[in-house]
């Protein structure tokens, strides 16, 4: 086997096998003939064996060569040659030499040694991958290695965009980009391999019986040529082409098995990294659309949701009382604290009180306080809430679970501003903004007795209503990225976004539970997902639970139904008007109101 020996000032010659048509010789570690020595550029000269004769060529041409010592940049050499490669002597013998080989060729033959050295350049790419670089910087890290373990000239890896291709790296094999890269490749043999999706190598493309009526591959004179798809999961996404135009007969059927695996690996890798990519474009973008889209802490875009918006920035200048009302879930309270930041007491204190959370023996006590030995237990004179939240907003969640005992106080209290402690004569006087806040229907519940007309006119002076998250259309979409971000980084910073079906999914969903239950599904899912994408069946939103489709009958029906109850409720109960308004018969709206605890007997007409 021909091969190099290195004459060494110390120690035994080393010898170098050459068993390739190109051979490199370099400092870098991915020369085939690698040497270690400062007078030597990383990628220094080159042995091509064109199938009858070996020549040397220049690389670097800073470089220095000489043959038999005489300064040359490329000639013919035979055996017993004499090379200085910049202060290197070698020696090339055309026959075996018999001797150790330093190169990764071992005994069992070449074409072990170029599959061992192929997947050695293999994993030094993934090594070298897994150091955390950015996208063009790995693409430019695993052209390098194509070329490396091919021992072509040049490289070029090319995407497909919007059915378009587009050059993405140009490399020579010294590692430097290729200016006017789309000048230097065939656009018949790209063509081919994109249309058949097929692998190919091209061993002289100009008597080549498919391409050498090519333009492209005449007017560029092209040699020896290899591409190879890059296919994830049926999706072609682009392809690695490799040439040398010096060489003929290059590339062999185990080169390109070697470039089948480097392009099957860049793949999976490109699929990540523009994943990646598009996560942080997605991220960005995000951030954008939330700092366009806020308002404070909320999040949303729905007119119905813009429009509360809107009032909120009129009213929150003032000390008038608002009622907001809406699902559980919507975030009423986030809208009322959004009131408190607007208003000129923002810097006092935002107080908020559970009217549903706290027992009714207790309620008094905690919104006006007590004073020492009011009661067993009462230890100590404590101030309540009100006094608390003088200079500032007082915040009455639940307002609809207040007993009514205590709304005829609580009614005293707003309208003097003057509160007494339990176990106290002594009033004392408060300076608060009150904002209440419930998910009943309280225009029902004074009907029912048990809400006071006079406490409701009192807070709900202005009224904001938050729409379902159903209502609001692509928010739940917004919302779903935003609270992502803002618990991923804290629970799991592997996970980066959601699946396009899990948008899917989460658009389509109901969300009974409004913003609140949305939030915690995505918590869940984040600390249970092992995946860098969020699916549908991490969030649960499995097919079973979308609500059913219903027949359209039985949709007019409950649209119907609605209406009716609405315009009854306009019309505080009175069937005989309701029906008169909505131009039916009577009886029409006794139909829809059976089964309801007040339906009317038949053949009454319910109150005029």
């Known amino acids: 086997m021909p091969s190099l020996k290195w004459i060494r000032p110390e120690g035994r010659p080393r010898v170098f096998s050459i068993f390739k048509k190109l051979?490199?010789?370099?400092?870098?570690?991915?020369?085939?003939?690698?040497?270690?020595?400062?007078?030597l550029a990383d990628h220094h000269a080159q042995i091509v064996f064109d199938g009858r004769e070996f020549n040397l060529n220049e690389v670097d041409p800073d470089g220095e060569l000489l043959i038999n010592g005489k300064k040359k940049r490329r000639c013919r050499i035979q055996h017993a040659d004499r090379l200085t490669v910049g202060e290197v002597e070698l020696v090339f013998s055309a026959f075996d030499e018999g001797d150790g080989r330093a190169s990764s060729a071992d005994d069992d033959g070449d074409e072990t040694a170029a599959d061992v050295t192929g997947l050695r350049k293999l994993h030094e790419l993934s090594l070298r991958l897994m150091q955390g670089r950015t996208m063009g910087e790995q693409l430019e890290l695993l052209m390098d290695a194509v070329i490396d373990a091919t021992s072509a000239a040049k490289g070029f890896l090319v995407l497909l965009e919007n059915g378009e291709t587009k050059i993405t790296v140009a490399r020579?094999?010294?590692?430097?980009?290729?200016?006017?890269?789309?000048?230097?490749?065939?656009?018949?043999?790209?063509?081919?391999?994109?249309?058949?999706?097929?692998?190919?190598?091209?061993?002289?493309?100009?008597?080549?019986?498919?391409?050498?009526?090519?333009?492209?591959?005449?007017?560029?004179?092209?040699?020896?040529?290899?591409?190879?798809?890059?296919?994830?999961?049926?999706?072609?996404?682009?392809?690695?082409?490799?040439?040398?135009?010096?060489?003929?007969?290059?590339?062999?059927?185990?080169?390109?098995?070697?470039?089948?695996?480097?392009?099957?690996?860049?793949?999976?890798l490109l699929q990540n990294a523009m994943l990646l990519d598009q996560l942080r474009t997605d991220r960005d973008q995000l951030s954008r659309q939330l700092d366009e889209k806020s308002f404070g802490d909320i999040v949303g875009t729905s007119p119905s949701l813009v429009e509360v918006f809107r009032k909120v920035e009129r009213v929150a200048g003032t000390d008038i009382s608002v009622l907001i009302t809406g699902e559980t879930g919507t975030g009423k309270e986030l809208i009322a604290r959004e009131l408190h930041r607007r208003s000129a007491r923002r810097q006092g204190p935002f107080v908020v009180v559970n009217c549903g959370a706290i027992p009714e023996n207790l309620m008094e006590s905690e919104l006006f306080g007590h004073a020492r030995g009011a009661f067993t237990g009462a230890v100590a004179t404590r101030q309540g809430k009100f006094q608390a939240a003088s200079g500032g907003t007082l915040f009455l969640d639940e307002i609809g679970?207040?007993?009514?005992?205590?709304?005829?106080?609580?009614?005293?209290?707003?309208?003097?501003?003057?509160?007494?402690?339990?176990?106290?004569?002594?009033?004392?006087?408060?300076?608060?903004?009150?904002v209440?806040?419930?998910?009943?229907?309280?225009?029902?519940?004074?009907?029912?007795?048990?809400?006071?007309?006079d406490l409701y006119y009192r807070l709900n002076v202005v009224n904001l209503h938050l729409p379902a998250l159903r209502e609001r259309g692509d928010d739940v979409v917004l919302l779903s990225k935003f609270l992502l971000q803002k618990h991923a980084e804290e629970l799991n910073p592997r996970v980066k976004g959601f699946t396009p079906n899990a948008l899917i999914a989460v658009r389509k969903y109901d969300w009974p539970g409004n913003v609140r239950q949305l939030e915690n599904r995505i918590k869940k899912a984040v600390v249970l997902c092992d995946k860098t994408l969020i699916g549908p069946e991490d969030l649960d939103l499995f097919p079973?639970?979308?609500?059913?489709?219903?027949?359209?009958?039985?949709?007019?029906?409950?649209?119907?139904?609605?209406?009716i109850l609405e315009v009854l409720d306009r019309n505080n109960g009175n069937r005989t008007k309701t029906a008169r308004d909505l131009g039916v018969d009577p009886r029409t709206i006794f139909r829809y109101l059976e089964g309801m605890p007040d339906a009317p007997e038949p053949g009454t007409t319910g109150s005029e």
């Open 23 to 39: 051979t490199s010789i370099g400092r870098a570690g991915a020369n085939d003939v690698q040497i270690d020595h400062r007078s």
């Open 172 to 268: 020579h094999l010294s590692g430097r980009p290729l200016p006017e890269a789309d000048q230097l490749l065939s656009d018949s043999i790209v063509k081919r391999v994109l249309e058949t999706r097929q692998p190919l190598i091209v061993s002289d493309a100009s008597n080549d019986t498919l391409f050498r009526g090519s333009a492209s591959v005449m007017n560029l004179q092209v040699a020896s040529v290899m591409c190879a798809p890059l296919l994830v999961q049926g999706q072609l996404l682009g392809l690695i082409y490799v040439g040398n135009d010096t060489v003929r007969g290059l590339f062999e059927e185990r080169t390109l098995d070697v470039m089948t695996i480097f392009a099957s690996q860049a793949s999976l």
């Open 401 to 434: 679970e207040m007993q009514m005992s205590l709304q005829v106080k609580l009614l005293r209290a707003l309208q003097e501003k003057i509160v007494m402690k339990v176990g106290e004569n002594r009033a004392e006087r408060v300076d608060i903004r009150v």
């Open 436 to 453: 209440a806040a419930t998910h009943r229907h309280l225009e029902e519940e004074i009907r029912k007795g048990g809400f006071r007309e």
């Open 544 to 563: 079973e639970a979308l609500a059913p489709i219903m027949s359209l009958t039985q949709a007019r029906e409950d649209f119907q139904r609605r209406y």
